[in-house]
């Protein structure tokens, strides 16, 4: 068998909305159990790269691979199906559920059995730490909680890899704490994570590699450290009005 290329590949990937490339060109790869940082100023493109990963939107150009196995033009549940899972930037439970309900959901995805799926869900509530929340309808959570929601639900679907899109967005200091901490237990239990999140502070000092893109460019690949000290990389903050 030929050496293993990544676990998670994109080649020449680009998205053009009505002419407009949202990312052109990129090349980036993710290997088993590692947590890949993604930052760039807003409008970068790095939503748009996880909707063409997990089938939210279609390549334009370029290819997606999983394991070996093209995955570009598959459907979200299918791409759920094989193993990866995402949250949303902007969350977005079924607001008349409970959280349990919620979560039951994404484990539905591969338990059939009722029962057995709320018994994951419950597991991942807790794990999320929203145990005592569990009958809450989802839609009076504030959004701290809301977040752990959605990575609860994510994780309910059993993936392999888990695409976090910004779910530090919006908390204070103590719960983007919380949240650094499920993320490295997540990790440290050999998930294989994506972590899109302004945040420089948390993103660098969780993340074992950093992707920066740029107007939809790749502009830097490296350690957080490599990345940080990276001349382009400082430029394309300096000269934003960005917060990151
Ligand atoms: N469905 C869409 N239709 C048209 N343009 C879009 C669509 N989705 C994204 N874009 C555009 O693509 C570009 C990249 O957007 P994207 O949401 O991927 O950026 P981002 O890096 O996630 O930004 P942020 O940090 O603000 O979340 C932006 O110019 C955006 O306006
Ligand atoms: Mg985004």
């Known amino acids: 068998m030929k050496k293993t290329s990544k676990f998670l590949e994109v080649k020449n990937l680009g998205k053009s909305f009505g002419g407009n490339w949202a990312i052109k060109d990129i090349n980036m790869s993710v290997n088993r159990g590692e947590l890949l940082g993604i930052i760039g100023p807003n409008g970068a493109g790095k939503t748009t790269l996880f909707n063409m990963v997990t089938g939210f939107l279609k390549p334009t150009e370029g290819s997606i691979s999983y394991q070996e196995k093209d995955i570009s033009n598959l459907k979200p549940h299918k791409i759920c199906n094989i ?9 977005k439970p079924f607001g008349n559920l409970s959280v349990l309900e919620n979560v039951t959901i994404g484990a539905l995805r591969y338990e059939k059995d009722v029962n057995k799926a709320k018994k994951i869900a419950h597991e991942k509530v807790k794990f999320v730490g929203l145990g005592e929340y569990s009958h809450t309808t989802a839609s009076s959570l504030p959004l701290g909680h809301r977040k752990r929601l959605e990575m609860a639900r994510a994780l309910a679907t059993d993936p ?3 695409m976090l899109d910004e779910v530090m967005g919006g908390l204070n200091d103590e719960e983007t704490a919380d949240m650094m901490q499920l993320v490295k237990e997540l990790h440290n239990d050999g998930l294989t994570i994506m972590l899109i999140e302004h945040n420089m502070h948390a993103l660098m000092s969780l993340s074992e590699r950093v992707v920066v893109l740029c107007y939809g460019k790749k502009l830097a690949d490296g350690t957080p450290n490599e990345v940080s000290s990276n001349a382009d990389v400082i430029e394309a903050y300096l000269g934003s009005d960005d917060d990151a």
Do not use: K, L
Request: glycine share 8%; hydrophobic share 60%.
């Open 83 to 91: 193993g990866i899972a995402r949250t949303f930037q902007i969350v």
């Open 160 to 162: 392999e890899i888990i």
